[in-house]
């Protein structure tokens, strides 16, 4: 499966975005989807992910109440709604799709590009 992220961009601190990841190739609902992050010089760190049928949702506690993952299979596309950003949100955004509900990278065969979110306060 192919995926691209879309939707980054410059916002200033408390202000919203909404990243879209769209898929192509084989059956999107198969997968799980989740999106990870990568701030310069540190590692990629789970965001939040969501199952296939999109009835179960996890979140890393640092967005947990800020951020909200959702997907349309009818569309091929997962979201991810950012609200109260701050600055320690600054990072490349990439969603990942894969056959298990697991917060590791390691878990997600295919990658998108990723999308750069930048924070200012």
């Known amino acids: 499966v192919q995926l691209q992220a879309s939707g980054g961009g410059l916002v200033q601190a408390g202000g919203s975005l909404r990243l879209s990841c769209a898929a192509s190739g084989r059956t999107f609902s198969n997968y799980t989807v989740g999106w990870f992050r990568q701030a310069p010089g540190k590692e990629r760190e789970f965001v939040a992910a969501?199952?296939?049928?999109?009835?179960?949702?996890d979140y890393a506690d640092s967005v947990e109440g800020r951020f909200i993952i959702s997907r349309d299979n009818a569309k091929n596309t997962v979201y991810l709604q950012m609200n109260s950003l701050k600055p320690e949100d600054t990072a490349v955004y990439y969603c990942?799709?894969?056959?298990?509900?697991?917060?590791?990278?390691?878990?997600?065969?295919?990658w998108g590009q990723g999308t750069l979110v930048t924070v200012s306060s």
């Open positions: 969501i199952s296939r049928s999109g009835r179960t949702t």
């Open positions: 990942a799709a894969g056959g298990l509900a697991t917060t590791s990278v390691g878990g997600y065969n295919y």
